[in-house]
């Protein structure tokens, strides 16, 4: 498999597939395909597994997507403003992903869910106990929100993030969750909570989480209460 990401705030990944490949891939971010390309949609290991992606973020089923004949080509587009980001799995090196990371993967890519050990981390993380967890061999593609900054933590090296921050990380990153200290900090600083990253491994940071951008989009947007609705956009 051969791809190449084109686009800049709204990126898309085009793959280009020799006869037999299969891609996967989250219901809905598929742009294209070339007439040759056969779809399959399916849970993709059995009804846990598929209930354990949608308890992530993502759907509940899976398309597959098979090249009948040499150089077919499919295209997965990001839903958001932001990055394409392809990492390659070797069978050795597994990715933590935030909800809604996965967008696409070659079919020797596993997708599955990661439970946070730590309850501190589960509760005050900013995305619950469930992430994602891509394991295996082959390329996965994430979305990232913004654009990606990757750091790179020695054994030991702590980081302090704004949880809503965090893209993915290496597995052997330990995950943590820190209080701001100060009453005047929590107040009117950032915040109660810092994400603290603990190395070896690497942590992508993304630098507009969706979240924050639908809330700066908010004071913007007309209301009821206002005179105006969203019927007024089309008047």
């Known amino acids: 498999m051969e791809y190449e990401i084109q686009g800049g705030t709204f990126p898309i990944v085009i793959c280009t597939l020799q006869k037999g490949e299969t891609m996967k891939n989250e219901t809905g971010a598929m742009a294209f395909m070339t007439s040759d390309m056969k779809m399959e949609t399916s849970t993709g290991g ?3 597994k598929g209930l354990g992606r949608a308890l992530s973020g993502d759907s ?3 398309n597959f997507f098979t090249a009948q004949s040499d150089n077919e080509q499919i295209g997965f587009s990001a839903c958001t403003p932001g990055k ?3 990492i390659r799995l070797n069978g050795s090196n597994t990715i933590i992903g935030q909800k809604n990371a996965f ?3 070659e079919d020797s890519v596993d997708v599955d869910i990661f439970f946070k050990k730590k309850l501190g981390a589960g509760l005050f993380g900013g995305e619950g106990f469930v992430l994602q967890k891509f394991s295996g061999n082959g390329m996965v593609f994430l979305e990232i929100d ?3 900054i990757e750091k790179g933590l020695q054994p030991g090296e702590k980081l302090l993030v704004d949880p809503g921050h965090i893209a993915a990380m290496d597995e052997s990153i330990d995950f943590d969750i820190e209080r701001v200290k100060g009453a005047k900090n929590i107040l009117f ?3 109660l909570f810092f994400a603290k990253l603990t190395g070896p491994g690497k942590v992508w940071i993304q ?3 969706i979240s924050k951008l639908a809330a700066a989009l908010i004071p913007f947007l007309p209301t009821s209460s206002s005179g105006s609705d969203w019927g007024d956009l089309f008047d």
């Open 60 to 62: 509940l089923f899976l």
């Open 84 to 86: 394409i980001m392809p």
């Open 207 to 209: 630098t507009m989480p």
């Open 46 to 48: 059995g009804l846990l």
């Open 146 to 148: 913004g654009e990606v």
């Open 189 to 191: 600083g950032e915040g």
């Open 103 to 105: 967008l696409a993967a």
